[in-house]
């Protein structure tokens, strides 16, 4: 009995001895791991990495009347704060991953024996037991990358000293925060899969919605999702999906956060999603937004900055509203411009010559300049016959229309053929006395045609360039009462034998006078020309550069007629001077640039300068408003769309190039200058017929639904108004009383200034 009772004796001793060397020896290894002893284990998260953890954050590109338009990001995360999450959430991420998140101090000691009991007594398996301050741990530190390394190459004891790394950088997470702090930093950091990553993403990918208002089921959706993002997927896989979304359910009313009828009801709904990933092809603005992109890396390279991780605050000139409206009024016009042109050209090729002659091999040219040829003659090693064969080989695709996306078996010659008979177009408009830009439609749909007829177009202006003739001649003292004959005007041209006269659009000559106003709003080339004999074509380069053309400008004869080519983008800033008082301001489009916690990195003030005087200023807006004042004015059209009216002034010009492949449309009104062009990708595809091919047709009617969209708008507040009119003129634009001056001065060259009294 004595021999039994010291053996029992020493088994219990041994235990014990066994026990407390044991936890000596856990004790020991953690000691060790915490400080990276020998360099055996690898560093852990320094005490500034706690306080200050670095994860990766979507930076923001935002309006000026604070809407996010688009992110940069490679995780795309926005954070939220604790008060922005539904309490659904919150409810159903502790039911499920933590309930006893507010008990434990990061690692959950009863949950672990819990999981062990289960898996080694039961033999059933279970959660791995994390807490979610674990979980967060791991998401922030990622101890099992390159950098948290130890000289330990074990793979088993590497797990291991994974684990312990996560439980000790929970504790001290569980030391530096609050709970509050740490749950919200979780869902903040936590990959939903889809590319959302974040919480705030999350909702807004799967449900179009925000944290603040996600329902019970779709907060137990996300919730389930965390457990294999992929595997639970309501995207990829539904079905698991749902059956994770019951079990977060299950958890909530197992926990008293539903109750029975609650429970009984959602299980059985069915996941219903809004699923959208964000991606610059979808949203608002997006050739604005990626025409920044590349300006945004070269700074943030400049700075030191990541733009797809540091969480910038990119806040823009561009109004949301207008920015809308701009769209739609481009979408609205351009889905009845194509109309009209399959009309035209139906059962025929529109690539032509002058002549209206097809094009020979246009397509087979056209195609050598596209990525698919470059790829194909780089594989084929330039063999001919084997890259056309590769061009004609059909395939499955969505193409673009104007009714949604078509899906088709299309060739890369199929496809080609196919998107060049659609009409393009851009529009871009700009705050006046800012030079802010407001709006900015690059084309008629970023998916399927990146390229950005703002920034990156350029084409003849036609007739939009007529002001620059103009201004040259006020500047140099003529009155917009000045009057000219319409008859023809002969150029020398390079071919001595040869003679340019330029013709008017409808090829006759009226051998009638003509005011300036009268001559540039109905748009009298003959006219034009003229003045440009008068003052020259080098003053008028000189002009159009001083007003914020920078494009090259031929000095020649053909310039009256914009012949040389330009973008909407520096014709609009070229507009608005006359707006803005004579005074050039570069359209800017940044505002400022915030870090993630406010503070202010750049702010941006646009280039201006003094091109013109006030009275010169002033006098081209007289003359541009007679495009909708004068008998036979080309803009007279917006009458019937309801943007001229009561106490408001509007200005324009229509352009119309040869051949009709551009048209084009400029507007002003005393706080908005806008451009608007329209054509083909290629100067041989254009409209037939001057009357439904010009500028006022093509162009001028998106002006149109743009302004009336404006004006209609309660919450833009955009009021018709007055052009503010100088306190003197010293050129006389009543052209009444200038005719009679002219009788009472048989001498004048009708282009000395005079004192005009106030009040006219």
């Not at 100088?726 to 001065?745: A, G, H, N, V």
Request: with cysteine.
């Amino acid at each position: 009995m004595a021999v039994s009772s010291l053996f029992f004796l020493r088994i219990i001793k041994g235990i014990w001895i066994t026990f407390v060397v044991g936890l000596l020896f856990v004790v020991l290894l953690f000691f060790m791991v915490s400080r990276d002893t020998f360099g055996l284990f690898g560093p852990m998260p320094g005490l500034e990495q706690l306080e200050n953890p670095k994860k990766d954050e979507a930076s923001m590109l935002i309006t000026s009347d604070g809407i996010i338009l688009g992110k940069y990001f490679r995780e795309n995360r926005t954070p939220v704060e604790y008060e922005q999450i539904s309490p659904n959430l919150i409810h159903a991420l502790r039911a499920t991953e933590d309930f006893r998140f507010e008990e434990h101090s990061g690692i959950d000691l009863w949950g672990m024996l819990r999981v062990a009991f289960k898996s080694l007594i039961l033999q059933k398996k279970s959660g791995g037991g994390s807490t979610i301050s674990q979980q967060l741990a791991k998401n922030l530190f990622n101890t099992r990358k390159k950098d948290f390394r130890g000289s330990i190459r074990n793979r088993t004891l590497n797990l291991v000293i994974v684990k312990m790394k996560e439980w000790i950088t929970a504790v001290r997470l569980e030391r530096s925060y609050t709970k509050r702090e740490i749950i919200t930093m979780y869902l903040n950091t936590v990959d939903f899969g889809s590319n959302a990553y974040g919480i705030k993403t999350a909702s807004a990918t799967f449900f179009r919605t925000s944290p603040d208002s996600l329902s019970v089921s779709q907060a137990a959706v996300l919730v389930g999702v965390l457990k294999a993002p992929t595997l639970y997927s309501p995207v990829l896989n539904p079905e698991n999906s749902l059956n994770r979304r019951n079990v977060v359910l299950e958890q909530l009313h197992k926990y008293g956060y539903l109750s029975e009828a609650q429970f009984d009801s959602l299980k059985v709904k069915p996941i219903e999603l809004h699923y959208e990933v964000e991606n610059h092809n979808t949203g608002s603005a997006t050739y604005f937004r990626s025409f920044i992109t590349e300006y945004l890396n070269k700074w943030c390279k400049a700075k030191g900055y990541d733009l797809y991780t540091d969480g910038l605050r990119i806040y823009t000139t561009i109004d949301s509203k207008m920015q809308y409206h701009a769209e739609n009024a481009v979408m609205r016009h351009m889905r009845e411009n194509q109309k009209i042109f399959d009309q035209q050209w139906k059962g025929m090729t529109p690539w032509r010559d002058e002549k209206m002659k097809e094009i020979p091999n246009f397509i087979e040219n056209a195609v050598k300049r596209i990525d698919p040829y470059r790829e194909l003659s780089k594989k084929y090693q330039g063999d001919s016959a084997k890259i056309w064969e590769a061009l004609q080989v059909k395939r499955k695709m969505k193409v673009f229309s104007w009714k949604g996306e078509i899906d088709t078996n299309f060739s890369t010659l199929d496809s080609l053929k196919y998107y060049k008979r659609f009409l393009r177009a851009g529009m871009v408009a700009v705050e006046s006395n800012t030079g802010h830009v407001k709006a900015w439609v690059g084309g008629i749909n970023h998916k399927y045609f990146k390229y950005d007829h703002v920034a990156q177009g350029k084409r003849q202006p036609g007739s939009t360039f007529k002001p620059f003739v103009y201004a040259t001649a006020i500047d140099h003292g003529y009155s917009p009462c000045y009057e000219v004959l319409d008859a023809p005007v002969s150029f020398a041209t390079m071919d001595t034998n040869k003679i340019w006269v330029p013709q008017n659009s409808d090829n006759i000559f009226t051998h009638r006078p003509f005011t300036l106003r009268k001559a540039m709003a109905n748009s009298i080339n003959s006219v034009t020309a003229r003045m440009i004999q008068e003052v020259s074509p080098e003053e008028v380069v000189s002009m159009a550069h001083r007003l914020g053309i920078k494009s090259d400008l031929d000095a020649v004869p053909a310039l009256c007629l914009g012949v040389n080519d330009v973008s909407i983008y520096e014709m609009v800033g070229a507009y608005n001077t006359f707006v803005n008082k004579g005074v050039w301001i570069d359209p800017t489009y940044l505002i400022r640039i915030e870090d993630k916690n406010g503070n202010v990195l750049e702010s941006f003030v646009p280039e201006s300068k003094e091109a013109i005087d006030e009275e010169t200023a002033y006098l081209m807006v007289h003359m541009l408003k007679g495009a909708t004042e004068e008998r036979g004015g080309t803009a007279l059209g917006l009458w019937s769309y309801n943007v001229l009216g009561v106490g408001g002034e509007v200005g324009g010009k229509t352009g119309t190039t040869q051949n009709y492949s551009d048209g084009w449309f400029m507007g002003i009104v005393p706080k908005l200058t806008a451009g608007v062009w329209v054509g083909g990708e290629d100067r041989a595809i254009h409209l037939r017929g001057f009357y439904v091919a010009q500028g006022a047709r093509v162009a001028m009617p998106i002006y149109a639904y743009f302004m009336e969209a404006l004006f209609n708008d309660k919450d833009l507040q955009f009021k018709r108004e007055r052009f503010p009119r100088p306190e003197k003129l010293s050129i006389q634009i009543d052209c009444e009383r200038f005719k009679q001056s002219q009788l009472t001065d048989s001498n004048s060259l009708q282009k000395v200034k005079q004192d005009i009294p106030d009040g006219f």
